[in-house]
């Protein structure tokens, strides 16, 4: 674009270029491969997430099915959201989801260490804890159907630790306890790629740290301490925001295993009900845009929050390097002592 | 302490504890898949009869596998499946690369703002975007129609942008600079020079993309309603709520037939499954 008009400011001195030239010019093929590298993507960015959204917004204001009359309401959507005891009541469950994402965060973070060091069958230990994460939705909801199914596995299982099975409650029907089952199953297919990640920080800390560490007679924990966590602190944040916000939109346990029945109807459960089999698409959309706005205040709050454990964590950095010389120094030392 | 190696009893105990651990862990996520594995060998009466931790009487008893396969349709179901999965991950590749190679190579205005609006849309949860991604599917005739699908499934993919971006920035400009010498136009060098040198990244983002698509039944449930039709491998598995239901010696093959393939690839490639989701982790 730039050329173009160039060309025309200076058409008295200058041959003018035609269209023809320009678009076989460097500027025009630019423009030119630009436009077609983009403007799918982009427009399919438009169409599944932007209009979809401003829709959504637009909806919420509208009595509404997805065919026939649409009425205009105003706020009622809003308002009702917060009165029906179904909707803002499940958000309460979210909070078993984050004690659920704190156990699993602290279960891989455990395993991480151990299995960062040397230990025998260390691939296979990976592999199996691993697997649950590569399983699709409806077959774990299946899977742990079954698993959970009064006299079934886990029962069985109990019952050879010593449990009698009279003693056992409904693992799915029983209230007190339902939802801690499926924040269960939601632990047992994450844990291991949490765990994978975790490996994968600890291993792109400098080996030589451990060494030194050793030989100045640190132990296990004290190297988890100073050494590992220290340099995963980043990771560990990140994974702690992610599952705060993941929490709020707990959806796939329940609607797979118990559809949402006794009392384990999670917000998002509540939502897919609403818009898709009682088709109030203007109720489930003020839904939408309420945890959506819960969501980014979450998220801004989070970021403000990093900033802040960024800036210390770089002080403590500082630190950090100060007591790596002083031990790789002890290390040169007793070397040449030998 | 007792580090310094001085008690050995207690650094016995300590390594008992660690593989201990490890043990019971890796119990815990293989049991339920075990116990499903357990359970498709039996046969009706035997799944009547026997508890669910008994070993079936014979392996090969592999008329569940056939019976879920055939109820459930699987064979249609993985048709689709492997349609949906090549159609996705080259349409992905070439709009995903594409994309990164102008965000990258080019400084224009808009460039951060494309970045940023590709880096928010991951902030809106799916589940509550598709209440109005129906509609607009609806109104597009996407709704039971396996194209439909597969557009909707190529225009959701941030964190293999990130990965092709990331690894954009590692391959030197001077790269295109000798290839603009010689003349070759823009389309040239990107198809003949970076996207060869890009597939490390498009094995990775592929085995990411590949394990999401084959996965994925909760848009595959809304979108394709006919499921005679169009079943996909997970969303064929659905045959098994309702009359089935109690038939878990049944409803165990059909799940375990569904997650073969992820295993099998889970074995040849865990090093760049693994390293694939560390990569998409640090940018995303």
């Known amino acids: 674009m730039a050329a173009m008009t160039q060309t025309v400011n200076n058409s008295g001195r200058h041959k003018k270029r035609t269209f023809g030239e320009w678009a076989r010019s460097r500027d025009g093929q630019k423009v030119f491969v630009m436009v077609a590298f983009m403007i799918i993507p982009l427009v399919l960015l438009f169409v599944f997430t932007y209009l979809p959204f401003a ?52 279960l891989s973070l455990y395993l991480a260490t151990v299995l960062s060091f040397k230990v025998k069958g260390g691939s296979v230990f990976k592999g199996f804890m691993f697997f649950p994460y590569l399983i699709n939705g409806i077959a774990i909801g299946f899977i742990f159907k079954f698993f959970y199914t009064r006299g079934f596995v886990f029962d069985t299982v109990l019952q050879w630790c010593g449990f009698s099975l009279d003693n056992l409650p409904y693992w799915l029907k029983d209230q007190s306890i339902n939802n801690i089952s499926l924040v269960g199953t939601s632990v047992w297919r994450y844990f291991g790629q949490n765990m994978v990640l975790f490996i994968g920080a600890i291993m792109s800390v400098d080996a030589e740290l451990y060494e030194a560490a050793m030989l100045d007679g640190a132990g296990r924990f004290q190297q988890f301490k100073y050494i590992i966590l220290p340099s995963i602190k980043t990771i560990i944040t990140l994974n702690v925001i992610l599952s705060i916000t993941g929490s709020l939109s707990a959806f796939e346990p329940p609607y797979v295993i118990t559809d949402g029945a006794n009392g384990t109807g999670t917000y998002f459960v509540v939502m897919h009900e609403i ?60 070397k040449a002592g030998r | 302490m007792n580090s310094n190696g001085s008690n050995k009893g207690f650094r016995y105990f300590v390594t ?23 359970t498709a060998f039996k046969t009706d009466t035997e799944y009547q009869q026997t508890n669910v931790m008994v070993p079936p009487e014979s392996w090969f008893n592999f008329t569940n596998f056939t019976q879920a396969f055939q109820r459930a349709n699987m064979g249609r179901a993985f048709l689709n499946s492997t349609i949906i999965l090549i159609c996705v991950l080259v349409a992905s590749v070439l709009i995903g690369t594409q994309l990164a190679y102008v965000l990258n190579r080019f400084k224009f205005p808009g460039n951060g703002l494309i970045r940023n609006l590709f880096l928010f849309a991951t902030l809106l949860p799916g589940v509550a975007m598709q209440i109005s991604v129906y509609e607009i599917m609806f109104k597009l005739h996407f709704i039971n129609s396996l194209p439909g699908y597969i557009i909707m499934m190529c225009g959701t993919d941030v964190i293999a942008i990130y990965i092709y971006i990331q690894f954009f920035e590692n391959i030197s400009y001077s790269v295109d600079e000798s290839a603009i010498m010689d003349g070759a136009s823009y389309f040239t ?41 169009y079943p996909t491998v997970a969303t064929s598995l659905y045959t098994f709520v309702g009359p089935l239901g109690s038939k878990y010696n049944l409803i165990c093959a059909g799940v375990i037939i569904s997650l073969l393939p992820a295993l099998i690839l889970f074995i040849f490639c865990q090093k760049q499954i693994y390293s694939g989701l560390t990569a998409g982790a640090v940018k995303g």
Do not use: W
């Open chain 2, 189 to 229: 060098i990107f198809y003949r020079i970076l996207l060869p040198l890009l597939k490390p990244a498009i094995v990775t983002s592929c085995i990411l993309k590949g394990v999401g698509t084959y996965n994925e039944y909760y848009c595959a449930n809304l979108y394709l309603q006919d499921k005679k039709k």
């Open chain 2, 16 to 38: 008992f504890l660690k593989y201990l651990s490890l043990v019971f862990f890796s119990f815990v996520a293989v049991l339920p898949i075990i116990s499903c594995v357990i």
């Open chain 1, 275 to 334: 818009s898709h089999t009682q088709q109030k698409v203007g109720l489930a959309s003020a839904m939408a845009i309420i945890l959506l706005m819960i969501i980014f205040a979450a998220t801004i709050l989070q970021k403000v929050f990093f900033k802040y454990v960024f800036k210390s964590a770089e002080d403590e950095d500082l630190n950090a390097t100060a007591k790596r010389d002083k031990k790789l120094a002890k290390l040169a030392q007793r």
């Open chain 1, 55 to 106: 829709e959504m917004f637009g909806f919420s204001f509208y009595n509404m099915k997805y065919t026939g009359d649409r009425k205009f309401v105003g706020l009622k959507n809003y308002i009702r959201v917060f009165q029906r005891s179904d909707c803002f009541g499940a958000l309460k469950l979210s909070l078993y989801y984050m004690g659920g994402s704190i156990v699993q965060l602290a």
